[in-house]
């Protein structure tokens, strides 16, 4: 799963004590693995190999210049979003050919920027989208490669609604009928070449079975598309693979490819896969230290110096991060990471932060070790939504981010200072 691991009751990343990064670096703190992240680009890559698929890496779930390098050095390609993450991807250095770039509402600096950088597919929201596309490539003399996003209406009853993306009503993408009438208006126009289609049905996804429906919809679309005479050369089944926010719980990277291969074998279609969380989301954790236990009714609240504005998938998705000391006694050590927890002596509390908001709470009702003020404590499966999302709220600086590679540990984001909040403030300019 990753290399986030106890030893004589002291939580390791690969070979670095993550309390000796804090003592170093300070807390809060994202730390990183970079054996996860190899390991987990690697096992999808070969999972999938049959395939020969373009892997391009979502940069939203965790877009650090040093993550990006490290993948794109491995050939991984990359998905974005905005113009910012295209400027990412190419500062650090990876390749404008196996870019994806996904978003309902692309502005034209973004389109230019896209198209001047040579990047391999669109992903096409709107029929307005495509024509403001297809407009800009011939003002700019070149042409641009588009893929229409299917919504095929699939998804996957386990996926959180606020990402799930699959379904007709949706301001993703279009319907199956419209994709139909998409070909038929633009099919051949010669600024903007449209031979792909794209999926994406929300994350996580924790079933092949939802990837099939909606992959055997996509293949009958192409059939038809093709005998009416239209080139649809590639196809793009998306991500939204599933991460281990609890031990076992998400399906292996075997278990997809089992499913979806025999589907695309010998259908002459280039295939393109956009991962994000299930990559990055068990490589990195969010450490922190407690500043207060309290009291309140029957309550007991572990009051730490990060919260919502560090990590919102707990407040804003009601999301799961399985949360635990980073030094324990023999009998805390974890054997695996789950909801509940049984061992002997455990307390029950709520896991909170600083934030002036109600909602600021990382993880409710969950028993763990006694802790006490200054006690570190880990929250696991942050590497993905969690440094991408963070805020500024209640002026709050945002932390560190720490890279390990075996046993050397560097600095990969410094520490946000009280100065970086008020720096695009301090200059007034009259318009």
């Known amino acids: 799963m990753d290399f986030f691991q106890y030893r004589d009751g002291q939580l390791f990343c690969e070979d670095v004590a993550v309390d000796d990064i804090m003592a170093k670096v300070g807390s809060p703190v994202y730390i990183y693995s970079k054996a996860t992240f190899e390991r987990h680009y690697d096992a999808l890559a070969s999972a999938f190999a049959e395939l020969d698929p373009i892997v391009c890496y979502s940069i ?13 050095k491995r050939g991984c390609g990359m998905d974005v979003v905005s113009g910012g993450e295209l400027f990412r991807a190419q500062q650090a250095g990876a390749d404008m050919s196996k870019i994806v770039y996904a978003g309902v509402g692309k502005t034209d600096p973004e389109i230019e920027a896209g198209i001047e950088a040579g990047i391999g597919w669109f992903n096409i929201e709107s029929e307005a989208e495509f024509e403001n596309i297809s407009a800009i490539a011939k003002r700019l003399g070149k042409t641009a490669s588009g893929a229409v996003r299917v919504n095929p209406d699939v998804y996957d009853p386990k996926t959180h609604a606020k990402t ?57 679309l192409i059939d038809g598309l093709r005998a009416s005479g239209y080139t649809v050369d590639t196809l793009d089944i998306g991500g939204g693979y599933a991460a281990d926010y609890e031990t076992g719980k998400s399906p292996a990277y075997t278990a997809y490819a089992e499913a979806i291969v025999p589907l695309l074998r010998g259908r002459d279609l280039r295939v393109i896969i956009e991962p994000g969380r299930t990559i990055s989301g068990n490589a990195g954790v969010l450490a922190c230290k407690v500043s207060y236990i309290k009291t309140g009714g029957s309550k007991t609240f572990a009051i730490v110096d990060t919260g919502m504005h560090h990590l919102i998938r707990p407040s804003f998705y009601e999301g799961f991060h399985f949360t635990w ?76 981010e720490v890279l390990v590679d075996g046993g050397e540990a560097a600095v990969i984001r410094r520490r946000e200072t009280y100065d970086d909040l008020v720096e695009q403030e301090r200059r007034v300019t009259a318009i």
């Open 325 to 400: 000391p980073t030094k324990v006694a023999d009998e805390h050590v974890p054997t695996a990471r789950a909801q509940e927890m049984d061992m002997p002596g455990l307390q029950t509390y709520d896991v909170v932060g600083p934030i002036c908001e109600t909602s600021d709470t990382l993880a409710k009702g969950r028993k763990l070790p006694p802790l006490k003020r200054g006690d570190h404590l880990c929250i696991f499966t942050a590497g993905a939504y969690g440094m991408v999302m963070a805020s500024n709220y209640n002026a709050m600086p945002r932390p560190a």
């Open 164 to 220: 799930s993306t699959g379904r007709k009503e949706t301001k993703f993408g279009v319907d199956i009928e419209r994709a139909k009438r998409f070909f038929e208006s633009y099919g051949h126009d010669e600024h903007c070449r449209l031979t792909a289609i794209h999926l994406h049905i929300g994350s996580p996804i924790y079933s092949p079975e939802p990837y099939v429906r909606a992959i055997t919809k996509a293949l009958e």
């Open 60 to 72: 939203k779930s965790c877009g650090n210049l040093n993550i990006i390098k490290l993948l794109a």
